[in-house]
């Protein structure tokens, strides 16, 4: 019955969410107000529909509902009840109804929260919100129903893959769904001021909101997934360039650009029609990250052809919204006029150079990631493309991202001088390049990617603490002057100054593990003590331990530095029961240092043990990095000017004419 | 010589697709089992020659695997793969030859930074292209903007409706 409930549910907001699309937006054209109003309590209502039939869903779960078809292929009574809520998501129908979860979240929000936007602004944005939300609800009734029963319910469950039985990876896709479909907020944002025909300060200031919590959400998500593969996957790497990682590391570079070239949009009024078009690309390159993911289209072309129905749905579904929405900028964004001069020397074209890299960066990625398909498909070439080309091709933005940035946010707006801003920034460059010059003879001969990677990563740190410090006159001012400036300054600027400084922190952590890491593989027998990188770990015994729903082997490692014991470590190898299926627990003694990572490998013919030990120095600083980019767009997002709200337009309208109609 | 691997890939490819269509978008290859990768047993004495090893074994996919190398991967396949690098390692060859070797035998479909060629030129010159054009996109519009108008040209003439409008205001 509950089950039914929540299926019927479904359908009434696949139905409320067509209402949602058309009225609103029929009445805005039309200049109906109470058509227009009719966009709040439908957005309003299919959230509460969609929440309704997730949370069906869920109970179906917890209660180990198998005639659910979904939770008997997913779920397991001996799982634990964490496992059984997260498992809700752990497949394509569960993470879909995620999704159109939070995107009808999003839509209830700006409903919600959004008394401020014009009215017909407001309306075609939760009109396009609808449209997106319909597309999503037709295609999980039509092709990919959760509620789907089965007519001999079996007595158990087929239990969670084990891989994904990990807190890290169940709280890893909500937040990248928060954020990709966040960015659909950008989208709709864009295509409603497209038909509009009116982009200004006032609608940068609406949506860069919204965009800020979809980056924020898409960071976390991104670390957490990176994090989970780093102590889950068993060998220490943290990012491998998979397509699935790059489906949502592309919305991240986007929706990272989008974000400084919104901020040009509301302080200066210009780069508006790029602005634009990057929320289009924004969100389509979520809508693609799940193509890709959900098609079957990365493994082969072949594999996509063999069952195509939901691949050739979400093919559809990105044509519409790209094509339809890219069509309508063609039509309207000549007619967007800018506002702002500027010099060449300037924040705002230190900022469009910004964009340039980003996007640059995000189209090397997008290539590579596509290429393979394109190849197969083009001339039946098949070719892999893989971490190495990446690193090749990817990182020389990145790093000349980390060199202009600190002079270009200390940048003035209009018109700056290179010299001035540069001296400004002296003593931060001298602290950079002290760092690299100390790691450069701390190391003696090794690669120039540690030297580089930490100097260019106390470059931003220092430079985001320049600035700050520059703007409360530190030294030219008395201490308390400089204490009450820097309490005033505004939180978006701590924002900024955190995210850029949080990036600095990532640089260092992914240059030191990637030129510092010590390795070591070999069998041991218990008893024996292996030494590497000034540490010894001390191989005691390997014992069996029951868990939950697997039954483990255990190795005892103690670690000792200098004579004393720091660590005592117990990697683990499981065979978790229902699906016969064996992976590998690393055991990690974390620290701020280092890492000391330990898996235990498989059992030798004469009794002894493989065994893999990892010193990854610095290792956690890429998701410390990543944390206080997080933190920083929380912050920015508290800004008074999103509190007070943007209330007054511009008074001289710098609209289209005779675009309204 | 390419029909079988190719019949093999497609198995795998679904083995793969099931444990993907389960994970959503989370990242990561997944292999069923545990990444247990290079063995001690496999291991050269020689470590200098097992560092070459080492890092060949990062350049070359497992064949049967969802874009992991063969030095993470602990499919059967990669495993021969390992060796066999090994075996032409100690046989003297260079790391070019040894890559030369392996493509020889399974196609550039092995190789995960793809070589230059024609086909790939595409792939190679994409970003340094996309990074020029944009940038002479971006100087022509700063260019602009220094002279006022970005994005349209010099400020528009009113309409008709504006002037009106205007004279309105002015009025009250």
Redesign the interface.
Known sequence: MIVEIGHFALILAFMVSIVQATAPMIGASRGWADWMRVAEPAAALCWALTATSFAALTWAFVNSDFSVKLAAEHSNTLQPLLYRVTGVWGNHEGSLLLWTLILTLYGAMVAAFGGALPPTLKARTLAVQGLIGAAFFAFMLFTSNPFERLPNPPLDGADLNPLLQDPGLAFHPPFLYLGYVGLSMSYSFAVAALIEGRVDAAWARWVRPWTLAAWTALTVGIALGSYWAYYELGWGGWWFWDPVENASFMPWLAATALLHSAIVVEKRDTLKSWTILLAILAFTLSLMGTFIVRSGLLTSVHAFASDPTRGVFVLAMLAAASGGALALYAWRAPQLRAGGVFAPVSRESALVLNNLLLAAAAGVVLLGTLMPMIREYWDGARISVGAPFFELAFTPFMVALAIILPIGAALPWKRGRLGRTARRMAPALALALAAAALVWALQTGRSALGPVGVGLGTWLIAGALAEQLERARLGRAPAAETLRRLRNLPRADWGKALAHAGLGLSFIGVSAVTAWEAELIRTARPGDSLELSGYVFVFDDVRQVPGPNYVARQGVFRVFEGGVETARLTPEKRVYTVQRMPTTEAAIDMGLARDLYVVLGDPQDDGSWAVRIYVKPLVNWIWIGALVMALAGLVSLSDRRYRVGAAARRPAPAAVAGAAE | MSARPAAR??AA??A??C????????????G??????????E?LDDPQLEARARALS??L?CLVC????ID?SNADLARDLRILVRERIKAGDSDEEVLRYLVDRY????????RFSL??A???L??PA??LL??IA?WR???R????????GA??PL?E??RARIARLLED
Request: net charge negative; glycine share 16%; hydrophobic share 50%.
């Open positions: 890939l497609r490819a679904l793969a697709l444990a993907l269509a389960a994970l959503g978008a989370a990242p990561g290859p997944l069923p089992g545990p990444a247990l990768a290079v063995q001690p047993d291991m990062k350049e996919r969802r874009n992991e190398n993470d196609g550039e479909f092995v190789l995960l930074r793809p086909g790939n595409a792939l190679w994409g970003g996309m990074l944009g940038g971006a519009f700063v260019r903007a220094g002279r006022g108008g970005a994005e349209a400020a528009a309409t409706e504006e």
